[in-house]
């Protein structure tokens, strides 16, 4: 299985935290970040981070169909382990889309945000059956769950 370079992923957290801050879980901030802010944004405005425990709740309706942890079976999406810092389609043993698999899409912030916003938009022809999340706060939290639950620190 291909894993991700650990910088990659240490910069990807220390973006998304804001540096000085070495863990994103550990500040559960104000989340009313105004819609109409793009996630870069967001990521740029060093006061205002991803909510990791909205973004828990918010991956409820992407559990259904994926997993997240090492070692656990996809369903009918990949599981989504080590995914950050990754290109896309890589997840071994999962029956991928031809437009997926020929996407190369390396997965970071800016990619999975765009992805999650218009999901059929951003990799035309992909299987996956979600109409996308157009608030950019809801990604960003999302996304703060996603880089902390699926870092390879996480062997469990
Ligand atoms: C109805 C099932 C379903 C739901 C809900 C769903 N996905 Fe997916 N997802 C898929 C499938 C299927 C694929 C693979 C698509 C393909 O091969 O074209 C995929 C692909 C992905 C990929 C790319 C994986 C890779 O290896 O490149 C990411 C990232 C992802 N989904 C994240 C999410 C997130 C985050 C959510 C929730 C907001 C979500 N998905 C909701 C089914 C789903």
């Avoid at 765009?114 to 951003?122: E, V």
């Amino acid at each position: 299985m291909r894993k991700s370079n650990p910088f990659f992923l240490l910069l990807v957290v220390l973006i998304l935290v804001g540096c000085g801050k070495s863990k994103p879980s550990a500040d559960v901030s104000n989340n009313n970040v105004p819609s109409d802010l793009s996630s870069q944004e967001i990521l740029n405005n060093s006061s205002v981070q991803g909510d990791y425990e909205r973004g828990r709740q918010l991956f409820l309706q992407c559990r259904a169909c994926h997993s997240l942890k090492i070692n656990e079976s996809h369903k009918v999406g990949p599981n989504l382990y080590g995914i950050l810092g990754q290109e896309s389609g890589n997840q071994e043993g999962f029956d991928y889309s031809d437009a997926l698999m020929s996407s190369k899409i390396l997965w970071n912030i800016d990619t999975l945000d765009q992805f999650l916003q218009k999901p059929y938009a951003f990799i035309p022809g992909n299987r996956m059956v979600f109409a996308g999340l157009k608030n950019a706060s809801d990604r960003l939290d999302i996304i703060s769950y996603l880089v902390e639950e699926t870092a390879e620190k996480d062997q469990k």
